[in-house]
């Protein structure tokens, strides 16, 4: 930890004293428990039952209290003090208690820390050290402030008793705090699961279930212009698409040997008559299933079967978020079948052309919102990677020349391929600015043994094939849930579900909007026609609350001129023919656009 | 039964016992069992167990027999005879003597018919009558012909001893058999298990499961094509599509009420957690859970909710036929939430439209190959219909105007109404002339009771929906079943997996061929260039193997003047210009045209 990482940590350590000698003015029947420096801030978990316990409103005239008090810290002083010292001291504090006989039995010495000694605001805590010297003067009373109450089980044990969880936010300067605060701000605007709400996207059910959304017409419309687009475009690049079953036989799993690997992340089995079905939990067996179904030439290879696929992975319930993390989900999936190391290389370059298109179509850029990892096994773990040397050292090393042969961003990451060989991970910063493996491309030399998977060389020679496993988009729900936050539900035309609205000024202006109307849905504008009886300001906050890239506002003029003025939602404002205006959108859609 | 169709049953059953007599001959250890007239014909089922049992190839040497002993028969006469007599005739046929003790214990006559009595070719059986009087004068020789041998329970039950079937066909003229023959000939050359497996569009694997088919990227491309035809057709006619889960709690299933009354239709729960999932054997719940997710208006009615979804309904093994019949399938569903009945009425109405659109855009009449049927329920049976009597006569009489009312086939039922309300039934003709229901149009009160599906009426007050629940196309697995069938694998262009085949004649035309066919692919027609080294004219051969409905021809001419020739499957040739190609075969897959 760097000196100054280890000075805020201590400020924030000191500001949780002071958090609690504050709680003491007003709440003297508290009993303290524990109160460490996190991420961000502090907190301090108190006990509160002998009495009131302070709500959100109570936090202003607490902080209140710790900023009086700050002055006149001054000094941040400790003494060890022998077990009965320390007993007698918090003798009416059984959570104090427990802990003084914790370190009493690991053989610890016992230390109470006094700040601001000989003054009013004098508060002795128990505790292991890690505190600014002279509070009062380095830290900045303007760079922290009390964030908010939550409930806490006494240890983080749900068996123990419930206290209350005091927590603050705390920096070095008043302006890292407001861009702190300004960040989680905007990060809580864009959560997926909030604008999904608000905009009417998706929805779950108790009684459905768990993990699995249902989506609204709205949100129907982006899941199917992003399931056609990602069809088309691989189509255009050469896949096969294929539909195989969501359920299929035990038998399948255990000869692709996913079972007793993945046993835990799938479903209980379904009896049917004698036999066991499964929900799957991947593609592959199917694809391969399909491919054996007849032999093939070399000439036929690379086959890149690809597929919509849904799939369903057993997620506890509390790990379960929005679109994010689900029960079953469509991943956009492909095996490319190939003749040989060479062309299974060149297939993956081929796929990361693909995610690297994909991703600029989004709007993301390499290097900033994502960058690859290259993921690698561990030859002296054959539990979890299927034993062959050579094969592995091979697959390694062509994908390593690969990407450092590619205008891209990579790092490697010891024992984290995949069962069946080396992969490179996409790795995806979300809105939080946290890093994930958004999908993969693997290199697999294992499953062609399983499955037998051959082809007829040029030789007449029937030969192994190498399988090169691909998304080229990830889960069509996590591909959601992302471009919601990154678009903070400002989707650009093409995936809006609502692309234009018409609203009349007035009555004797209904004829044309309807008619502007019905001519926009006539070329395929996913257009809507606010004739309800509400003001033209409250349809135009409407529209504005929606976020639709446009709606176009109609009057005296544009009747008479039949012109339609368009406004975007960024602010610009024009005028123009309906035929121009409709060409403009359609322009703007078949490019993907993004504003 | 009229005089004509008994004559032909009575020819039938006597030729059952020419085909016993004639056995006999070669096959004197033969047990006879039973051998009825059927449908096309006769069998008889013979215990071979003694001896040698005949193969296909014996079926010649049979119906020689049987024909030459026809002209002997020129008598068929019986006489009534004592259990006991009975016994002592048949007394080394256990078969017959189990027959006997059934006719006693009924204390119904014993009878034994005698042909040709006199003659060489007399047989008598035990029998309990029904054949033609004179069978030399009244069968005609030429219009009977053994058909095939199957092995067949002992009274078709699996616990008895399996024994011998021979089956034969029998009409009243050689023509009407040539025309039977021909017939079936046809339809089984249509049959689109046969065609599937030749034309590569989907393919079964015993290790995934029974009944549930992988489509090939061939039948991939034509289910695509119909899934985004009825989606997209649906949207221009104000369905709001979505996408709910395959799979939910328990839970919602006995919310609707769906789960006592289907039960045996559904998959066995799966455990997830404390909680049961099911794959859904219906939409309807998902439907009405996302649409009671927020408050409605009445402004909103008809909301119209789409989904392609995938089902689950549990089909016995035996019962399960290539697309047809299959334990998972994905039906464009829909669920249209109505103000009124009048509304819903109209909802129905609106239904058929798109139904005859859909039936006419794959080339099926009203009347001929399909019809509706009202299907209505029964005020007695509150086990199987809910109880609403009011409702059922108001639902059935406004089904009934509405169907009275358009220009459309329909018939009456009874008792074949949903346990919700009354439905219309598609009824379609299978390429074997079989009638089904294809799918259904159903008129709803009683879920939306069960899932309090309400809206605000612009009185203020909150109201009970109704629910229309149909489809417009069906099963994707059966409509493309039916399809095969229908077009006999000669897909209209827009369904046709590869829409074109370009062929050079010889290498130096390969440049201007490869161009041809980069220029296709490139407006987005599903082109092939066949450039193996097959000769030209195996390459034809291919084309029209796989049914293509055009394939181009490239040699000296075309490449000189810069144009193709045009094969169409039908026979026609024609040289134009790349551009006019490829417009025409824009139009007609735009158009949807049949040819």
């Known amino acids: 930890m760097s000196e100054d990482n280890k000075n805020l940590e201590f400020k924030r350590h000191t500001l949780a004293h002071l958090l609690a000698a504050a709680v003491l003015v007003d709440y003297p029947h508290a009993n303290l428990t524990l109160g460490p420096a996190i991420d961000n801030g502090f907190y301090y978990d108190i006990d509160f039952s002998a009495g009131d316990t302070p709500g959100d409103d109570d936090l202003k005239k607490i902080q209140k209290h710790m900023k009086k008090m700050l002055g006149q810290w001054t000094s941040f002083e400790h003494e060890e003090v022998s077990a009965d010292q320390a ?23 016992i230390t109470l820390y006094t700040a601001g000694a000989g003054t009013k605001a004098e508060f002795t805590d128990l505790c292991r050290g890690g505190h600014s010297d002279n509070p009062a003067e380095e830290i900045a009373a303007d760079a922290f402030k009390l964030d908010k109450i939550a409930g806490a089980y006494w240890r983080g044990d749900e068996k123990n008793p419930m206290i209350t969880r005091i927590y603050g936010l705390a920096f070095d300067t008043k302006e890292e705090l407001e861009a702190y605060e300004k960040q989680r701000e905007e990060a809580r605007a864009r959560d997926h699961r909030k604008l999904g709400k608000e905009l009417g996207l998706f929805t779950f059910s108790d009684t459905v279930g768990k993990g699995l959304p249902l989506y609204t017409p709205k949100g129907s419309t982006i899941r199917r212009e992003l399931e056609r687009f990602i069809v088309d475009e691989e189509i255009k690049r050469g896949y ?33 008559d004698d036999e066991k079905f499964m929900l799957r939990p991947m593609t592959c067996p199917h694809h391969f299933e399909l491919y054996s179904s007849e032999p093939h030439s ?95 050292d091979k697959g390694e090393a062509l994908l390593r020349e690969l990407l450092q042969n590619r205008d891209c ?59 090169v496993h691909r998304s080229s988009i990830g889960a069509i729900e996590r591909i959601m849930g992302f471009l919601i936050e990154r678009f903070g539900g400002n989707f650009p035309l093409w995936l809006s579900p609502t692309q234009v609205a018409v609203i009349a000024v007035a009555d004797a202006h209904k004829e044309y909007a309807a008619k502007v109307y019905e001519e926009l849905k006539a070329v395929g504008i996913r257009t809507e026609y606010d004739d309800s009886k509400d003001s033209m300001g409250k349809k135009i906050r409407n529209a504005k609350k929606n976020k639709l890239p446009y709606f176009v506002v109609i009057g005296d003029k544009e009747v008479a001129e039949k012109t339609v003025t368009v406004e975007s939602r960024d602010g610009e404002s024009k005028e123009m023919t309906l035929n121009s205006f409709a060409n403009h959108l359609l322009t703007e859609i078949d490019n993907k656009d993004i504003k």
């Open 87 to 109: 007993k007698e001291i918090f003798k009416d504090n059984p959570f104090k208690l427990e802990l003084i006989e914790e370190i009493t039995e690991k053989g610890e010495a």
């Open 240 to 272: 096969l698409h294929v539909y195989t079953p969501d359920i299929a036989k035990l038998d399948l799993y255990e000869k692709s040997g996913h079972y007793p690997h993945y046993k835990d992340s799938m479903y209980a089995p379904i009896d049917v």
């Open 298 to 392: 070399y000439k036929e290879l690379p086959m890149r079967i690809g597929e919509l696929a849904k799939l369903y992975r057993y997620e506890q319930s509390g790990e379960l978020t929005g679109l994010i993390r689900v029960r079953s989900f469509c991943l956009a999936d492909a095996h490319i079948i190939c003749a040989n190391e060479e062309q299974a290389i060149s297939e993956v370059g081929e796929a990361l052309d693909l995610i690297e298109y994909v991703a600029s179509v989004f709007g993301l850029e390499m290097g900033k919102d994502y960058h690859y990892r290259l993921s690698l096994g561990d030859r002296n773990d054959s539990e979890k990677y299927y034993k062959n040397d050579e094969a592995w």
């Open 409 to 467: 961003e990579f790092v490697e990451a010891e024992g984290e391929g995949a069962f069946y060989g080396p992969k490179v991970d996409v790795q995806m910063v979300n809105v939080n600015g946290k890093e994930d493996t958004a999908f993969t491309v693997q290199y697999d030399f294992c499953m062609p043994d399983r499955f037998d998977l051959t082809y007829i060389d040029s030789d007449g020679q029937e030969k192994r094939a190498l399988v």
